[in-house]
């Protein structure tokens, strides 16, 4: 009898597919193997769901798989049912999101060969070769120079910048020759758990809250809400010995990459055991042997970003998600998973416990501890010598600025400068002005294919969009009427830093955005200056706002925060408070006092006052109360539809007919179809509609039961749309 298997293939088709097996592959399936197997024109690699002896399809629809990769399935039994419940709840295909948990050379096609490394190594003629030869082949030469020291992994050839040309030539020179080796994995750290330093003092909160969180083995999630420099990771720490010694491995995600030199360090410092990692910023080949070695068992500490969270562990022991609140947790392209919910549901799937750290919680996350859900442990005193910072408002109201600064906080930047301190202005947004103006008639430069206007970038000499990453070069003449009268209007850090480089020669300045850390290892050079104090006026946007330990710091400017105050999203204002609470974090963070400045038009603003005079605890709890009266997440649960067109109203036509087929009434509402709040981006109209009901399930049932009708419907085909369920951006 022939045998068949349903695969889910990386397609955003909603669906599995049936292929049938060549009978010498029939005794070798199961589930969770890859194959390969042809799906229209091209060939593609996808799991096996399920192996049936039934298939409905006719024998001239039934195709059959080309070849079967692996012997052994990929994921273990708990990461599998995760993605099947994550494919059902962020209605995407199984396939689509198996694919965000599978390595990138894994879903390419590389075989898993968990003990098996292939490297090069010195021949004999290699060892005694005159290098004076290689005096031109300065990539051969380096090639040879460092392997006479050790032996070179292929998987490291990109990432140590060598020449595969070179390798190629000095292969034919037979000077160097290419060897496998079998590695057992080195579980060494579970016999016997070697520290690398003595663990710091706990004060009585952070003690309490490790001798609760050592109590739990199996599943139970934690809010650890502690104010900035309270030492949360501290606790970490202290929680990580006890999971080592329990001989579990334990997988701690970060929001950015940025974060992750800092948190790698004081991890491999603390403990003599292999951590691995992994981001987005390291090679295919690099990320699929971290993947390798946690799988194993032979990483004790996996440290990551949004994506390491499907990292397969041998024997797993905690999941602790850092900086819980941040946005970078959901993602905003393909499939858009939310972290932190499905390592509360991995937590759940592996029995082990889950831990949220934050100074300043999500709303979801709050919410969730106040109701008893998750465990609620706080820290509300800085750990050692660090005192409350100093929070002051300077009205700039009818105040002459020079590049975006008051006369007040350039006086304060001198006192703390003059006695050796650091300080650190945040301005969110790169380039050195946000719009260029026409002297003579006015006319703002917007992008031809957006509603936004270019960003001036002084440096690179053009005018950008940063939206659509459309670029000229600044032009001489206004595209209006030809005058060259042309005025850059308002701030960028670019503009602000050179300001500060005039107006303080003797204090060194840092930027720190996107544009001044894209090439690799500049972010973490930059930081490392920092600490050694080689900068004393550091200038960013968010990137140096978050989870940094600078002690030196002790004034902090915040320029330009009335737009947060104002936004057309409902969860501006929690994000604002959890920026400002988290940017002035960054303030006396060691035996010196800090002072956070706050410069605004809107010094009486309500929700500025009641968040400096009352803190994020209080801020949060009453941002919850509004949210329950508006009916608006987490007291109700939202799906975000977006459709794009080259023609504004297919789009709109195409979400009225959605919301035709969506229930309405006092459990479920429907609102629009209505403009984005960007209304054209890259030459195209946006359009959104939002369903939202009072119960999850409902939203669920209500959303699946509407799906198939909503792909069947026509202008489907005349739109680019998505769905995203949570959002956590309506832009």
């Known amino acids: 009898m022939p045998l068949f298997v349903e695969i889910a293939l990386p397609v955003p088709l909603r669906q599995n597919f049936t292929y049938q097996v060549p009978s010498s592959l029939a005794s070798s399936l199961q589930k969770g193997l890859r194959v390969k197997v042809p799906f229209g024109r091209q060939q593609v690699i996808g799991l096996i769901i399920r192996v049936t002896e039934h298939c409905d399809l006719k024998p001239q629809q039934i195709k059959s798989i080309l070849a079967l990769i692996d012997t052994t399935p990929l994921l ?27 390595p990138v050379a894994l879903r390419k096609g590389a075989s898993v060969t968990d003990n098996v490394r292939t490297f090069w190594q010195l021949t004999e003629a290699g060892k005694n070769a005159d290098l004076n030869t290689l005096k031109r082949a300065t990539a ?15 998987d490291e050839v990109a990432g140590l910048a060598f020449s595969p040309s070179a390798l190629k030539a000095l292969s034919e020179k037979q000077w160097i020759v290419k060897k496998t080796q079998v590695i057992q994995a080195d579980l060494s750290w579970r016999k016997t758990l070697v520290m690398g330093e003595e663990p710091h003092q706990l004060n009585a909160e952070q003690a309490i809250a490790v001798a609760t969180l050592t109590q739990q083995e199996n599943y139970q999630c934690t809010l650890l809400e502690g104010v900035t420099g309270s030492g949360k990771t501290e606790v970490y720490l202290a929680l990580l010995e006890t999971i080592l010694l329990r001989r579990r491995q334990a997988l701690i995600l970060v929001p950015e990459i940025g974060l992750t030199p800092q948190t790698i360090n004081r991890f ?28 194993s068992g032979e990483a004790a500490i996996i440290i990551g970003t949004r994506s390491a969270l499907f990292t397969p562990m041998a024997y797993p022991g905690i999941i602790i998600l850092d900086e819980e609140h941040d946005a970078s947790f959901k993602q905003q392209e393909g499939v858009g998973y939310h972290a932190r919910d499905l390592a509360v549901m991995r937590g759940h799937l592996e029995n082990i416990p889950v831990l949220l750290g934050t100074a300043t919680p999500s709303l979801e996350t709050l919410q969730n501890a106040l109701i008893g859900r998750y465990q609620h442990l706080t820290l509300g ?61 006015g006319h703002l430069h917007e992008c031809d294919r957006c509603d936004a206007f270019f960003t001036i970038h002084q440096s690179l000499g053009e005018i950008r969009c940063h ?41 060194p300045v840092v930027r720190i955005d996107r544009d001044t850390t894209r090439k690799k290892g500049a972010l973490e050079n930059q930081l490392n200056a920092i600490l050694k104090g080689e900068y004393k006026i550091l200038v960013g946007t968010q990137m140096l706002a978050k989870g940094h330990h600078f002690p030196d710091v002790t004034l902090v400017g915040l320029l330009d925060v009335d737009g947060a105050l104002f936004s057309a999203d409902f969860r501006a204002p929690e994000r604002f408070g959890q920026l400002y609470t988290q940017v002035s974090g960054r303030a006396g963070r060691a035996a010196k006092p800090g002072t956070v400045l706050l410069q605004t038009h809107q010094s009486e603003n309500i929700l500025l006052k009641e968040l400096m005079q009352k803190g994020y605890g209080e801020f949060a709890r009453n941002q919850l109360t509004e949210r329950q009266q508006a009916l608006l997440p987490p007291a109700w649960h939202m799906i975000l539809l977006r459709a794009e067109a080259h023609q504004a109203q297919d789009a709109d036509n195409f ?21 984005a709040p960007l209304d054209k981006k890259a030459g195209k109209f946006r359009r959104q509609l939002i369903f939202q009901t009072k119960n999850r399930q409902q939203l669920q049932q209500a959303f699946e039961q509407a799906l198939p009708q909503i792909e069947a419907l026509p202008m489907a085909k005349r739109c680019r749309w998505s769905i995203d369920r949570d959002p956590q951006d309506l832009l």
């Open 76 to 102: 273990p039994n708990t990461l599998f049912t995760l993605t099947q419940w994550a494919s059902r709840y962020y209605f995407c295909s199984l396939g689509q999101m198996l694919s965000q948990a599978i």
């Open 140 to 154: 051969q030469k380096k090639v040879i120079q460092h392997l006479h020291d050790s032996i070179l992994y292929t």
């Open 268 to 295: 491999k410092r603390r403990f003599n055991v292999n951590v691995a990692v992994i981001h987005s910023g390291l090679t295919d080949n690099q990320r699929y042997r971290a993947w390798q070695q946690a799988k």
């Open 381 to 441: 005193i800085r750990a050692g010598n660090a005192e409350k910072v100093r929070q002051g408002i300077i009205d700039i109201r009818n105040q002459p600025l020079r590049a975006g600064l008051s006369g007040a906080l350039i006086n304060e930047m001198r006192l703390h400068l003059e006695a050796g301190n650091q300080v650190m202005l945040f301005l969110n947004r790169r380039g050195f002005a946000p719009a260029l103006l026409c002297h003579e008639c």
């Open 467 to 507: 939206h659509c990453s459309n670029q000229y070069a600044i032009p001489q003449q206004c595209h209006q009427c030809g005058s060259t009268l042309l005025a850059a209007q308002g701030v960028g850090t670019e503009q602000l830093a050179d300001f500060l480089e005039k107006e303080f020669p003797h204090f």
């Open 655 to 675: 979400l009225s007919q959605i919301a035709q087929l969506l229930p309405q009434d006092d459990q479920c509402e429907v609102i629009g179809p209505m403009p």
